[in-house]
């Protein structure tokens, strides 16, 4: 499977199997489109007749009007356009042969065994507090109260969790918990006594916490912040960008906004993480898709990790995404794209979470076919210990698991976790960007469809633009070092 396309004067091809990015000319670029839609045989080569076909296609195009800079090169060196389409011709066939382009599925045929694997439980996320000293509009914890009672977690559960976490992880070292709510800073107490038990019991079970802590910053100070720095791994700070975008959604229970109060807070946050290991995280509505602004806002204020997404909600919300916003949001992302390179390019660069795509290294197997692993590796704990295959099920009965005291009861939930991946999607088999979202979330698919096996459309949508806009943002970057070691090689 191959994708093309074009951005902000890149022309990208994207291999999708094997993960290769291609940058080239319009010519190239032609040539793909052409082979793409071409019979190959089983070296994905196409007939000579056919190539033949392509050469003269091309030929007349080029000899067009229009396309004269393109063979200046060549014809520098002179050669004739039809010349300069066979050599070109012979570029892509010589990707092809290095099986860089047109490449086998090698995961589908490992999907049997993938669903078999052996899981161990890796991560938890603790519900803290059921309960929030914010009223903020699109909360799908319904202000902390998910569908349920507002209760603080006990340390006698929090510890049972941490038990439930070490005995299931097998043999696996480094574990995560993240502190999460509602609003965890409620009940700081015993977060800060779980982190205590958690540091004890490393020792013992040789195992390694990662902690980490998602706030509203309202009861954010320095003891806290000192806490954080010294203890957990991560810190999200939940902030919307602009101050009115923010006070609209994120009011307090009084209906004041709470942007006033949180973002000396969290500038301090950021400063004494020395501007790593951090997001502040927000969210975009119907209300305000021109958000590119909101991120270049934080961006303004200094912030170097941030995280803006687009709402899942259901289309009656007079908030939510819909179908018709989907053509803006993408014109933003483009937006932000453009800005991002424009800062690295000053030395004022900034990690916006959606674009960051590790093209070296990438996603495990298993990460890459079923994402975060919701219910098998990861899964959600409440107030009172009950287990759901994450934060966003909480609520939903018929996917409560268990609890941390007796452990998962409903092996087939667990089950039909492990066995959902890109594979068992129908939207997701032809789609290019299945090994980035790598399926895209259960609890989304279930909350739109009522099923984890299918897939949340305008999510999908959005998914999609992302991963052009940060392949593209990697091919700049890559031009622009090439240039500059060009220039370096002059000097």
Not at 283 to 297: A, G, P, R, W
Request: one cysteine or more; proline letters at 2%.
């Amino acid at each position: 499977m191959v994708h093309q396309y074009k951005n902000n004067g890149y022309n990208i091809v994207l291999d999708v199997n094997s993960g290769m990015v291609h940058v080239v000319d319009d010519l190239i670029y032609d040539i793909i489109e052409l082979y793409k839609e071409a019979p190959k045989d089983e070296k994905h080569l196409v007939s000579e007749k056919e190539k033949e076909t392509i050469i003269n296609k091309l030929t007349d195009k080029y000899q067009g009007q229009g396309y004269a800079a393109l063979f200046d090169e060549y014809k520098e060196e002179g050669k004739s356009v039809e010349s300069a389409v066979k050599e070109a011709v012979s570029e892509v066939e010589e990707l092809i042969a290095e099986g860089a382009l047109f490449t086998e599925d090698i995961y589908e045929n490992y999907i049997s065994e993938f669903k078999s694997r052996q899981t161990v439980v890796k991560a938890l996320c603790l519900h803290i507090a059921h309960d929030c000293n914010l009223a903020c509009k699109y909360c799908f914890a319904e202000e902390g109260e998910y569908q349920g009672r507002r209760a603080l977690m006990s340390y006698e559960v929090g510890k049972q969790a941490l038990d439930f976490l070490i005995a299931h992880s097998g043999n696996r070292k480094n574990l995560e918990v993240d502190f999460f709510g509602g609003e965890p800073l409620m009940n700081f107490d015993v977060v800060k006594r779980l982190v205590e038990y958690g540091r004890e019991q490393e020792k013992i079970h040789n195992k390694k916490f990662r902690f980490t802590l998602t706030t509203n910053g309202i009861l954010l100070n320095d003891e806290v912040m000192e806490f954080a720095n010294r203890e957990m791994g991560n810190v999200v700070l939940s902030i919307d960008g602009r101050k009115e975008i923010n006070d609209l959604m994120r009011p307090s229970r009084n209906g004041k906004g709470s942007y006033d109060i949180i973002l000396p807070k969290f500038k301090k946050v950021a400063e004494s993480r020395n501007q790593n290991n951090y997001y502040v995280r927000g969210t975009f509505t119907h209300n305000n898709l021109d958000f590119s602004e909101d991120v270049i806002h934080l961006a303004e204020l200094g912030f170097k990790q941030i995280s803006v997404e687009p709402v899942v909600a259901l289309p009656e919300e007079s908030y939510a995404i819909k179908e018709g916003d989907v053509e803006k949001v993408y014109e933003e992302y483009d937006k932000l794209a453009a800005y991002i390179l424009k800062k690295k390019q000053a030395g004022e660069g900034f990690n916006f979470f959606h674009f960051m795509i590790d093209l070296s290294g990438g996603p495990c197997v298993a990460k890459r076919l079923s994402g975060c692993g919701s219910g098998t590796e990861y899964m959600a704990v409440t107030p009172w210990g009950d287990l759901y295959p994450c934060h966003q099920f909480v609520g939903e009965e018929q996917y409560l698991m268990g609890n941390v005291f007796e452990g998962v009861k409903k092996a087939e939930l667990q089950e039909e976790f492990r066995c959902c991946n890109v594979y068992s999607k129908e939207k997701c088999k032809d789609c290019f960007a299945k090994f980035y979202c790598s399926g895209g979330c259960a609890a989304n698919a279930y909350k739109f469809h009522g099923s984890i096996h299918d897939a949340y459309d305008i999510g999908c949508k959005l998914e999609r633009k992302r991963v052009e806009c940060a392949l593209m943002i990697k091919a700049a970057e890559a031009a622009f070092q090439e240039e500059a070691d060009e220039l370096e090689a002059t000097l």
